[in-house]
């Protein structure tokens, strides 16, 4: 058996020494990486502004722009084959719907529409001391219908709590057939 190198064997050896000098590591430095730098602050600007570290909601607005970026990105430039690609991008939509309730706090409002609005609104009555106190002015019917709103919203926001995280760290399958596009870590195109 002959082995034989061919000539662009020898240019990937140089293209390899090239890439690994000092030289190509600034030049790629101002080329691709400040340029990438400078276009991601670009594009998580909103969310960057409004980062405060004692909060996770902030964490989840970033991980939703992420998640619209690389689902737009896969949707319009993705070279994966349509079936599993559209897998894929029907959880990340999800993924960021449920996100963009969660960062909402909608829960209430679309329990509300489902099963009418909370009856009696707050009042307040002014105390001796210039202070206001809530008064109930709630009849018993009411009391049971905001408890109910309250507790099916309660209920949903938990179902859609699990579920994220369910998405994010996707379902176990034994073939390929029944993957469901879950599992955040095969999101890649």
């Known amino acids: ?22 030289t190509y590591r600034l030049y790629s430095l101002f080329r691709y990486r ?3 730098f ?25 991980l939703k722009r992420s998640l619209e970026i690389q689902e737009k990105g896969m949707r319009l430039k993705g070279v994966e084959e349509s079936r599993s690609l559209e ?3 029907v959880k990340m939509r999800r993924t960021i719907e449920l996100i963009n309730n969660r960062l909402e706090d909608n829960y209430i409002q679309r329990i509300e529409n489902e099963y009418g609005e909370l009856i009696s609104p707050l009042n307040f009555e002014e105390t ?35 579920e994220l995280w369910e998405i994010i760290h996707g379902k ?18």
Request: proline share 1%; hydrophobic share 35%.
């Open 38 to 62: 400078i276009k991601n602050v670009w594009r998580f600007r909103r969310e960057l502004w409004q980062h405060r570290w004692w909060d996770y909601s902030f964490t989840l607005m970033m």
């Open 1 to 22: 058996m002959q082995v034989r190198l061919q000539d662009s064997f020898f240019k990937s050896l140089k293209r390899l020494k090239w890439q690994s000098s000092t």
């Open 128 to 162: 001796e001391d210039g202070d206001y106190m809530l008064v109930d002015t709630e009849t018993e019917e009411e009391k049971k219908h905001t408890k109910m709103i309250f507790d099916k919203a309660h209920r949903l926001e938990q179902k859609e709590w699990k």
């Open 87 to 89: 897998k894929r991008l």
């Open 34 to 36: 400040l340029p990438g």
């Open 172 to 189: 176990k399958y034994k073939h390929y057939k029944d993957w469901d596009g879950s599992d955040l870590r095969g999101w890649w195109d």
